[in-house]
């Protein structure tokens, strides 16, 4: 494994990162739009070093948490962050292809579904130096569709699932989640500034919901307010 740096996300809570498998402020947005509630069993999807499930845990040391990740190497740095914060138990860590069913994960095990995933189809242009950053950038082992179809099948009925990604993506994403009785509820854009075109989505869906989308007012990256209290100290480093 890569030398490994530890991310200090407060209240005593680390992220164990390395060159490969690190994180980024859409993770952060992602965990801030999602806010689970404080009951809700909790599993995030292509969880790479655990960012979003380390966040939850961060603010709720109760939270019922499980990351699957299909990477070794990404769920061995989600044990060290949990092993540097003194929290080994506080994230259930299954190595897993989302697109299998596993023993260890039930359906309509869980109230809530995060995924921050590869954001790229497979041959769009998008180069990938090496086969591990393949797997997290592009759609080799996790496309929109499969995605929704492991996220109904792990929901319960009127679960939620959250998610980021690119806004040219927006309609393909939106076409996998109804396909798959994943009904859009919720819709944020993020953008840069006020004059610049959105660079990210954040939208929540709802297993069985009846239709209803609300878009709510884009994220401006340059509002100072929102910046500190979404991203904390990492908002000096955007």
């Known amino acids: 494994m890569d030398s490994i740096h530890y991310e200090d996300l407060g209240c005593g809570v680390f ?26 069993r909790v599993c995030d999807l292509c969880s790479g070093c655990g960012i979003v499930p380390l966040l939850f845990l961060r603010n709720n040391p109760e939270q019922n948490l499980t990351a699957v ?21 506080g994230i259930r860590i ?30 769009s242009g998008y180069a990938c130096q090496t086969p591990a950053l393949q797997l997290i950038r592009s759609e080799v082992c996790c496309t929109v569709e ?24 927006l309609t393909d994403v939106i076409a996998a989640l109804r396909a798959n009785r994943l009904e859009p509820k919720r819709l944020r854009f993020v953008i840069s500034d006020s004059d610049a075109a959105p660079w990210l989505f954040l939208l929540e869906a709802r297993a069985d919901a009846a239709s209803g989308l609300i878009i709510e007012k884009p994220l401006n990256m340059k509002d100072k307010e929102e910046q500190k209290r979404i991203l904390g100290a990492y908002a000096e480093k955007e």
Not at 15 to 40: M, Q, S, V, W
Not at 71 to 79: D, P, R, T, V, Y
Not at 102 to 114: A, H, V
């Open 146 to 169: 499969e995605l929704a179809q492991s996220a109904f099948r792990l929901l319960r009925s009127g679960g939620r699932l959250c998610l980021c990604h690119r806004p040219e993506r």
């Open 69 to 89: 990740e299909i990477q070794k190497e990404a769920c061995a740095l989600i044990a060290e962050g949990l092993k540097k914060s003194n929290k080994t138990d």
């Open 15 to 40: 992220a164990a990162t390395n060159a490969t498998h690190t994180f980024g402020t859409d993770a952060l947005l992602l965990a801030d739009f999602a806010a689970p509630k404080r009951r809700e």
């Open 94 to 123: 299954v190595n897993a292809d989302l697109r299998d069913r596993q023993e260890q994960l039930q359906s309509g095990e869980f109230d809530l579904i995060t995924v921050n995933p590869p954001y790229f189809k497979v041959g």
